[in-house]
């Protein structure tokens, strides 16, 4: 049973700091590279960052480059991602999702976990 479980969103002021966690079971998670997507109202869903299988190589989107932080801990299977001087326009449901870095047809997403930045 494939399991991707995020936690950790909420409200939270303009220049505040969250950090989001996903945790992975039922499958081989070294074996994936992960990534956090987001999605606001009624728009589509956008890569924010993805990290390789052993976190040696990480990617983010411009918006979000020197603000959010995305890491993974495979003995815990569990990826993060935080994130600092949030802005309103960083609200929207986030996502976590699994890609089998040699097989991409293979992947699983998260339920999602919501985050409100306002004053």
């Known amino acids: 049973q494939v399991q991707l479980v995020e936690s950790g969103g909420g409200l939270v002021q303009p220049g505040g700091s969250l950090r989001l966690s996903c945790a992975a079971s039922?499958?081989?998670?070294?074996?994936?590279?992960m990534s956090w997507y987001r999605q606001a109202p009624d728009k589509e869903r956008e890569l924010v960052a993805s990290i390789t299988r052993t976190g040696g190589s990480t990617n983010y989107r411009d918006s979000v480059k020197g603000r959010f932080t995305i890491s993974r801990d495979n003995a815990k299977n569990t990826v993060y991602l935080q994130m600092n001087s949030l802005k309103p326009e960083d609200t929207g449901v986030y996502y976590c999702?699994?890609?089998?870095?040699?097989?991409?047809?293979?992947?699983?997403w998260g339920q999602g976990t919501q985050v409100t930045v306002s004053s």
């Open positions: 039922g499958f081989t998670f070294s074996s994936y590279t």
């Open positions: 999702k699994s890609v089998q870095w040699n097989a991409p047809a293979n992947y699983y």
